[in-house]
């Protein structure tokens, strides 16, 4: 039965077949790529335009991105404060360091972003240094 089948209706066979399966593909994962390619239009790549697309479908708000850069910033900042406050005695210096790190952070004045570095604080406070915050000693750092 194999000997029927010559090398060249194997060939003829097999480029038909490899044809139909990049059709299909295409048609599926590219459906607007092929009509626009059978309409006649230009088909530019644009690897820009690929990568602004996807960022446009992962990120609603660019501000919102560069808040949160500025969130790990601030955090970075306040451990750093924390780590040399573990000997300080003086309460208020370290309420006026935090308050100087925050103030230079306006945009983290939103609701979410305070009540998130009030909690972070509330918590990490007593377990770096020797004392204890209050939330309004918390809302004291905010108002300077």
Do not use: C
């Not at 139909?20 to 790529?33: D, M, Q, R, T, V």
């Amino acid at each position: 039965m194999l000997e029927a089948i010559t090398w060249n209706d194997y060939f003829i066979t097999l480029a038909i077949g490899i044809i139909a399966y990049y059709l299909i593909i295409i048609g599926l994962y590219y459906p607007k790529e092929l009509r626009s390619l059978i309409s006649g239009k230009s088909l530019q790549f644009n690897p820009t335009g690929q990568r602004e697309k996807e960022r446009k479908l992962s990120r609603t708000d660019p501000t919102e991105t560069d808040r949160f850069e500025e969130l790990e910033l601030t955090v970075a900042e306040i451990q750093g404060i924390l780590g040399r406050a573990e000997n300080m005695t003086d309460k208020k210096l370290l309420l006026k360091q935090l308050s100087e790190v925050l103030s230079s952070h306006p945009g983290l004045r939103d609701p979410a972003y305070r009540v998130a570095i009030g909690n972070y604080l509330s918590e990490n406070i007593p377990k770096q240094t020797r004392h204890n915050i209050s939330e309004s000693e918390l809302e004291t750092i905010w108002t300077v």
